[in-house]
């Protein structure tokens, strides 16, 4: 399942990923860090090969759902439909 958190960048760069979101991530563990246009993917080092291209498709489709966000091109929906459609990505 998909999960989405807001977090801020310090004024050293440093950012906290949400405890949730890190719960099968271990302190040590070693990330890649992917530059999309708006966007930074983290994924774990050892798991890189693997399906990098339907990561940066999730990237691109998000980063479009962004900037029709900003043009108030959105809908309102109720949570469980909100999961529904999260997953047909």
Same mark, same amino acid.
């Given at each position: ?14 950012? *906290? ?14 990330l890649? *860090? ?9 994924? +774990?080092?050892d ?19 962004w +900037?029709?966000?900003? +043009? ?15 997953? +047909?990505?």
């Amino acid at each position: 399942m998909t999960q989405i958190d807001i977090t801020r960048i310090s004024s050293k760069g440093q950012i *906290v990923i949400p405890l949730e979101l890190r719960k099968d991530f271990n302190e040590g563990d070693k990330l890649i *860090v992917i530059r999309n246009k708006d966007q930074i993917i983290l994924k +774990k080092a050892d798991n890189f090969d693997k399906n990098i291209e339907e990561d940066l498709e999730f990237a691109r489709r998000t980063e479009e759902a962004w +900037k029709r966000y900003e +043009k108030g091109e959105f809908k309102t929906m109720e949570f469980d439909d909100f999961l529904e459609e999260i997953e +047909k990505w």
